[in-house]
């Protein structure tokens, strides 16, 4: 779940989103760097490898808004792929790299390379992973025009993550324990995601033991859909330290526009069957292999979000339904998507596309 809200994607499973909004930073009190306000503006590019696969393309860039900062542009690609070992065991893996470049007046690059390998184990609405981290790069500070100190940065070990489902919050455990050239880290985080109506709100408390001392860490992340293909993300806290790159805790907060620009990709299969009785039950199923938490979200649940099961057919749950007319739709790891096979659909007062459902007397 990370130390900062993830970036939620609006489009499912491949599309072009662009992000603009304004940040502020607040580095740490041993830096030399000072508080920043930015003008932000980054792009995702997304693409669907097969099943269970995805590649990632990403860019962004900070433009500083006062004399005294420095403007920013990061530039990054990856690809994570999960393979099922049995109906509770699944295989993740992702690799992934960036370069990063800071301009004057406290000019620095880097990049850097990772690779994080997983096993993750799910049992109902419980996940537990465990995962490895490798990480190598290298960073340049330039002096002045004819001097520059470069760093060999590297960095290994490997976390602990644990969540379960309930209808509305997902609490959560993270452990972590990384080596560095500069010495260990540890690290503990607790916090809970909760998602109402299709909105996301993450919460994370985490202390962490560095070469340097302890630092308290707080998140907060908020997702807010506000239109088929727009999103409202907002952040703040005081995020963890980077032991690939020996930074230690800073903090920063956060206001975003995201916008679907394109979508494209296969869709995610889905079917639903409508057995007897009074109330009738609706089984609903959709593959989505390479899905963290998939949800159904309707008018018959008052909206609420209820969590699937995963298993070898995919992503399953019977739920009873009255007789009428009804509406729903699914949250795949926080992203909305529509049955595509189903041509029905509504427009709620959100400007968000549903999927109709009816069910007759029987």
Not at 60 to 86: D, I, R
Not at 142 to 156: C, F, H
Not at 296 to 308: K, N, R
Not at 327 to 354: A, K, N
């Amino acid at each position: 779940f990370g130390p900062c809200f993830p970036a939620v994607a609006l489009c499912q499973p491949g599309g072009l989103l662009l992000d603009a909004g304004f940040s502020y930073s607040l580095p740490p009190a041993s830096a030399t760097a000072e508080s920043t306000p930015y003008l932000f503006l980054g792009g995702r590019l997304g693409l669907p490898l097969g099943e269970g696969a995805a590649w990632q393309l990403s860019g962004a860039t900070g433009l500083s808004l006062v004399s005294e900062g420095s403007s920013w542009f990061s530039l990054g690609t990856g690809a994570e792929g999960s393979v099922p070992v049995s109906e509770t065991l699944w295989f993740d893996i992702s690799l992934g790299g960036e370069l990063f470049s800071v301009g004057e007046p406290y000019p620095y690059d880097a990049g850097v390379l990772e690779i994080e390998p997983a096993a993750r184990f799910v049992a109902g609405a419980t996940t537990a992973r465990l995962v490895g981290r490798g990480a190598i790069g290298r960073s340049r500070v330039p002096v002045d025009r004819r001097t520059e100190v470069v760093t060999d940065l590297w960095s290994w070990g490997g976390r602990v993550e644990l969540w379960h489902r309930f209808t509305e919050i997902e609490p959560r455990l993270r452990l972590e324990g990384y080596t560095a050239a500069q010495g260990s880290y540890y690290g503990i985080t607790g916090g809970a995601r909760f998602s109402i109506a299709g909105s996301l709100c993450d919460v994370d408390l985490g202390v962490w033991d560095t070469p340097t001392g302890s630092e308290f860490l707080v998140a907060l992340g908020l997702f807010l859909p506000v239109g088929p293909d727009l999103g409202f993300r907002g952040n703040g806290g005081r995020y963890a330290p980077d032991p690939l790159l020996d930074t230690p805790a800073a903090g920063s907060l956060g206001a975003f526009i995201s916008w679907a620009a394109a979508r494209f990709g296969g869709e995610l299969p889905t079917t639903y069957r409508v057995e007897t009785g009074a109330p009738a039950r609706v089984r609903f199923r959709l593959e989505a292999p390479g899905a963290t938490v998939v949800e159904l979200v309707a008018d018959f649940l008052d909206w609420e979000s209820i969590p699937m099961l995963r298993g070898a057919d995919g992503w399953t749950i019977t739920v009873p339904v009255e007789p009428g007319v009804h509406h729903f739709g699914f949250l795949v790891d926080g992203t909305w998507h529509l049955p595509v096979e189903i041509s029905e659909r509504t427009i709620d007062e959100w400007g968000r596309e549903q999927a109709t459902l009816v069910v007759t007397e029987q």
